[in-house]
């Protein structure tokens, strides 16, 4: 069967007046010839129209050759081409009348209808029948699933290629596939891996159930609308979206999905849906499924009974179904604040701020003045596109600088469109709708973990959300975790150690907070976080103390847990309560411990300017306690004090210490008190007091059998004899300290031992010597952690390559030295003799060689500088010849 007629032919009349007639008879002429030669019976002709039937499939596609090429050869009136379009179906049609009717001729009309002028389509039936008869250069392009008006199926629909025929055209002008899918009012950014991930699951062969998991208000629901959209034409019985927010048992669930599809049956909704798509390549997206309950045995029972459906599910909880694949999504990619202009408009968080600003603020753009801000407003809102909507939305009224101000109540940010979901009007209610999935032990659980900052472990997880939770539950703490990661109140990520690790992103933790407090177990919750915090701050400092593996262990535990420490800090010491009262006494006693056990890591990561603002504070509110405790906070503020170059301030605190302990009778911590005042003395200059009070420490520690205080005063004193000139001396006292420091096993010890007498050999000119000692402890210093270990290990580096004419590697040293100093705050304690050791390097190279060095080490990481600690060759620099 062959359906035709012209395109446009009311335009057509319009502008072809009293010749459209000639143009009509030429077309019908023309059309006559074909249908005579390819042995065609004309059934109908009304207008410009045709209804022809055949015997035979490629008889009729041979008539639809001739006649389009004879329309396109033929000259016509005013130049304007008549274009007709032409279908083909083969079917069974019924006769009556003399005429031809039922379902193939409808669907034989239809599919004429979807093409254009001047194109020839065909039915799959039709193609099937044809291809054996097609010539050589005849071809049939496959143009996908259609659904046609009035036809329930879809149909698969081909375009007749050959020579002398237009190849290029429109979409065809079908119903598409049969899908159903709201069309959001704006484009979706930022998620071009996360749509290409989706699309490459669902196409996944074999791949049934596909579950967009996620926190509320991250873009799930938008995803799967962008993913749905896409695949279009790989389902040709069509792509559905059913709508289940408001949905919350499986009765109305099959409702809903009934009437989506739009069938209706006298039974149940459930039958009807499995019936229809018992048959069918559908996708379904299954929108909104965390608070429905018996959601899964839906999707199980769907899936079983329609081979051909795929499901698209989203939910703040998986279904826990076999063969599901869980893609969780997650929050826009945010920009650094320290980024430029064009990073911080690239990024998926801004560029979602931007296109959402620019509506209420037409032209609104990322440029030099707004971009900081910009960044910050993103990383504030943790990425979540819900909150960057809302957030975007008071652009109309705000600067970002201004926005950025009031984001101290992010949770509070207001949708302006009404249209919104009410879940979805503020980021709260975003949340909350997760909250109230949740039991109410693990509700409590939920609100507890906000104290965590920088996450925890399941240790910590265990004893401060779950303290006190009902026994009966089992309060496993991976359990608990799984409970929250499945609704997507939390993340889970693999710790530095390999093991779990419970993190919430910042919008989800002011809730956990506000809920905490709402339900007055605020203060309990924190006591107990910073209480378990002082106990893993006091177990890691008996391992700073120690030596070997466990002391790098303890170093990256509590540089992990820092976060933690510092709120369980902010709580106990700065909060008003934090005071002589009994409840602020506690709460001072925890703070107390946590300096007490953080001192030595601030220290030894260079945490200074951090650590000296809470040992101040923990002295003020022990100062009227005195004795041991505050001897040692005014000793461990001495010693932060002493490496910032602070060395006056440094040796009151000393002092203060050191009569402390005398008025105590603590011989052994007189000791370290003498040997902290020999080192001060020594920085300020004062050799011979320095040296006094650095062999009375000495003295001390051997009379007392105190190996680990004796090495330390022969080190500090061997490095007073070598700045002295008195070499010798120098190395017979580092000596014996190196060899106290390798019995004792103290890693620590033996690197600034052999760093020490590296400075003797470098002053004394013996290069060689100073290097193999450099090279023997750059594997310690590159991992132990200890910023100024590092930096002053390369500054002697530095100058070892410059003894050795290895100019151009002293430069970049030097600067990478140079920049941590920068970052940390480390002041260099003798420049003089630095520049003293660096000039013959200098001296090699030209003023520019030496700056363009130093400016690339000075862009390095630390990681990156600790590379460099290992000469790569001990032969010169090529340039430094």
């Avoid at 709708?433 to 509700?443: G, K, T, V």
């Avoid at 200098?842 to 600790?866: H, M, N, Y």
Wanted: net charge negative; aromatic share 4%.
């Amino acid at each position: 069967m062959l359906f035709s007629d012209i395109e446009g032919s009311t335009a057509l009349l319009s502008r072809l007046g009293e010749r459209y007639g000639e143009a009509l008879a030429a077309q019908r002429a023309l059309m006559r010839s074909a249908i005579s030669a390819c042995r065609g019976q004309e059934v109908g002709t009304e207008g410009d129209s045709f209804f022809v039937v055949f015997s035979s499939a490629g008889d009729a596609v041979g008539c639809c050759l001739a006649a389009q090429r004879a329309l396109a050869d033929h000259d016509w009136p005013a130049g304007l081409a008549v274009r007709v379009r032409m279908g083909l179906h083969s079917g069974e049609p019924a006769v009556q009348d003399d005429d031809y009717v039922g379902m193939d001729v409808h669907r034989a009309a239809r599919i004429a209808a979807a093409a254009h002028g001047g194109q020839v389509v065909l039915s799959e039936a039709t193609r099937r029948l044809a291809e054996s008869q097609l010539g050589a250069e005849v071809s049939a392009r496959d143009l996908g699933w259609h659904r046609l008006k009035d036809i329930e199926a879809p149909e698969q629909i081909y375009q007749l290629v050959a020579p002398g025929l237009p190849e290029e055209f429109p979409p065809l002008k079908s119903l598409g596939a049969p899908s159903r899918l709201p069309v959001p009012t704006t484009t979706l950014v930022g998620r071009e891996r996360d749509l290409e991930q989706v699309c490459a699951a669902l196409n996944r062969p074999g791949m049934r159930l596909v579950t967009l998991t996620g926190t509320g208000g991250v873009g799930k629901t938008r995803l799967s609308l962008a993913a749905a959209a896409s695949l279009d034409k790989a389902f040709p019985h069509g792509v559905f979206f059913v709508a289940l927010a408001a949905v919350r048992d499986a009765g109305v669930m099959w409702k809903t999905i009934a009437d989506t599809l739009d069938v209706t049956g006298d039974g149940p909704a459930a039958d009807a849906v499995t019936g229809y798509l018992s048959d069918r390549r559908a996708l379904l997206v299954l929108d909104n499924l965390e608070q429905l309950h018996g959601a899964a045995e839906v999707v199980a029972r769907l899936l079983a009974a329609a081979p051909g459906l795929v499901v698209l599910a989203t939910s703040r909880r998986p279904l826990h179904l076999p063969a599901e694949q869980e893609l969780p999504v997650p929050p826009l990619e945010v920009p650094r604040e320290a980024g430029s202009v064009e990073q911080v408009a690239g990024s998926g968080a801004a560029r979602l701020f931007v296109q959402q600003a620019a509506m209420v603020r037409p032209g609104f753009a990322v440029n030099e003045s707004n971009a900081a801000d910009i960044a910050a407003i993103c990383g504030r809102l943790d990425g979540l596109p819900l909150a960057i909507e809302l957030a975007a939305s008071r652009v109309r009224l705000l600067a970002p600088r201004a926005l950025l101000a009031r984001l101290g109540h992010s949770l509070d940010l207001a949708a302006a469109d009404v249209g919104q979901p009410s879940r979805q009007q503020t980021l709260r209610n975003a949340i909350a709708w997760s909250y109230d999935l949740l039991a109410p032990d693990l509700a409590e659980v939920f609100r507890r973990a906000g104290v965590f900052a920088g996450g925890c472990d399941l240790d910590a997880l265990a004893a401060v959300a779950a303290a006190g939770t009902d026994p009966g539950t089992g309060a496993d703490p991976l359990e608990l975790a799984a409970g929250l990661l499945d609704v997507s109140l939390v993340t889970v990520t693999d710790g530095a150690d390999g093991e779990p690790r419970v993190g919430m992103l910042e919008t989800i933790r002011g809730y956990a907070l506000d809920r905490l407090e709402q339900a007055g177990d605020l203060d309990g919750t924190r006591r107990r976080h910073a209480e378990y915090y002082a106990g893993v701050a006091e177990r890691a400092d008996e391992q700073l103390h120690g030596s070997g593996p466990a002391e790098l262990a303890a170093l990256d535990r509590l540089e992990a847990e820092h976060d933690n420490m510092r709120a369980a800090l902010g709580w106990s010491l700065e909060t008003p309560a934090a005071g002589p009262a009994p409840a602020g006494r506690e709460r001072a006693a925890a703070g107390l411990r946590l300096v007490q056990a953080l001192a030595y890591f601030w220290y030894r990561h260079g945490h200074l300017l951090e650590g000296r603002r809470w040992l101040q504070r923990a002295i003020d509110l022990a100062a009227d306690d005195g004795g041991a405790p505050l001897a040692h906070l005014a000793h461990r503020l001495g010693v932060l004090l002493e490496r910032t170059g602070e060395q006056q301030d440094a040796l009151g605190h000393f002092e203060r210490s050191l009569a402390i302990w005398r008025d105590l009778g603590d011989r052994d911590q007189q000791a370290r008190e003498l040997n902290s005042l020999g080192i001060t003395h020594h920085n300020l200059g004062d050799l011979d007091t320095a040296r006094s009070l650095l062999e009375e420490s000495a003295a001390l520690s051997r009379e007392l059998g105190s190996p680990l205080r004796l090495a330390a005063a022969l080190t500090n004193l061997g490095q007073l004899e070598a700045a002295a000139g008195n070499f010798d001396r120098a190395t017979a006292v580092l000596q014996e300290a190196l060899a106290i420091d390798t019995k004792q096993g103290d890693l620590l010890g033996v690197a600034l031992d052999q760093q020490s007498l590296a400075g003797v050999h470098l002053r004394a000119g013996r290069a060689r010597e100073a290097r193999d000692l450099l090279s023997a402890m750059a594997g310690y210093v590159a991992s132990c952690g200890d910023p100024e270990l590092l930096v002053t290990t390369l500054e002697m580096v530095a100058a070892n390559a410059a003894q050795l004419g290895e100019a151009l590697r002293a430069a970049r040293i030097t600067g990478a030295a140079e920049a941590i100093r920068r970052e940390t705050g480390i002041p260099v304690k003798q420049p003089d003799i630095l520049e003293e050791l660096l000039a013959p390097a200098r001296a090699l190279i030209s003023a520019g060689q030496w700056d363009a060095e130093v400016a690339a080490g000075r862009a390095l990481s630390p990681q990156q500088a600790a590379t460099l600690l290992v000469s790569p060759s001990p032969s010169p620099d090529p340039l430094s010849r």
